[in-house]
């Protein structure tokens, strides 16, 4: 960790992306605002990455990208609780799905028998 302190529009612009976050979540779900949390982020931490400052420890690029990364590993650890909370599409969790792959494509079915109306050519 570095010693240096963020500057103030990094700041700004996590406890921005933060307020859109909550307000989000409120509309969509915690798992749309998050997704949409972590996009800014990365856009964030890509512009300060971009950004003509020098690389020095007192320059604050450091503490900068540090920041942005660190809110990064929050709103994934905060997505990740939100999605365990989600419907899983398998409606039977006890029960594993055969893949198609691994026996034949179509099963023997029994017919039964044919019904009278019907003809017999195949």
Same mark, same amino acid.
Request: charged share 30%.
């Given at each position: 960790?570095?010693?240096?302190?963020?500057?103030?529009?990094?700041?700004?612009?996590?406890?921005?992306?933060?307020?859109?976050?909550?307000?989000?979540?409120?509309?969509?779900? *915690? +798992?749309? +605002?998050?997704?949409?949390?972590?996009?800014?982020?990365?856009?964030?931490?890509? &512009?300060?990455?971009? +950004?003509?400052?020098?690389?020095?420890?007192?320059?604050?690029?450091?503490?900068?990208?540090?920041?942005?990364?660190?809110?990064?590993? &929050?709103?994934?650890?905060?997505?990740?609780? *939100?999605?365990?909370?989600?419907?899983?599409?398998?409606?039977?969790?006890?029960?594993?799905?055969?893949?198609?792959?691994?026996?034949?494509?179509?099963? *023997? &079915?029994?017919?039964? &028998?044919?019904?009278?109306?019907?003809?017999?050519?195949?």
């Amino acid at each position: 960790m570095t010693s240096g302190r963020a500057s103030d529009e990094v700041i700004d612009a996590i406890a921005h992306i933060e307020i859109q976050r909550q307000g989000m979540e409120k509309d969509s779900g *915690a +798992a749309a +605002a998050c997704s949409e949390s972590l996009r800014k982020l990365h856009e964030l931490l890509d &512009r300060e990455k971009a +950004a003509p400052q020098p690389h020095d420890p007192d320059s604050g690029y450091l503490a900068n990208t540090e920041a942005v990364m660190i809110e990064i590993k &929050r709103i994934q650890k905060l997505a990740g609780v *939100a999605g365990k909370g989600a419907v899983s599409k398998n409606p039977r969790p006890g029960q594993h799905q055969v893949s198609l792959r691994s026996g034949t494509r179509n099963p *023997a &079915r029994n017919k039964g &028998r044919r019904t009278m109306g019907r003809r017999g050519e195949r």
